[in-house]
């Protein structure tokens, strides 16, 4: 049975746009700064790897923005989801690497 206080405020629209913005907004702020700090952006992207760096800042602050926005917009709330999640995907995938070969990097140097 759910309590009355949450069924109110499952009942209550605003509650799902909130509960999404809530989601989506580590997104939508990451964008934002990247698009405020463009050359920090690119040197992001260079930093991890990522040849154009200019090409994929871009590609970021756009899968950031049009899936927030199709999320929000609870339209194609699925497609929305899915490219942040590639997208948080990938950035785990690239950044853990660049993280691996740091690692071995300095045990290399360290010697046995």
Known sequence: ?????VAALLD???AWFLARLLLVSAYLF????K??????AVAEQLRFGLH???VWAAVTIAVDLVGSLLVLSSRLVWLG???LGVLTLV???????FGLV???ARRRDAGP
Do not use: E, K, N
């Open 81 to 83: 989801a899915g490219m």
């Open 52 to 54: 154009p760096p200019m």
């Open 91 to 97: 950035a785990g995938i690239v950044v853990g690497g």
């Open 12 to 14: 209550w629209p605003p």
């Open 30 to 33: 990451g964008a934002v700064v």
């Open 102 to 104: 740091a690692l071995l």
């Open 1 to 5: 049975m759910t309590p009355r206080l």
């Open 35 to 40: 698009l405020g700090d463009w050359p920090a």
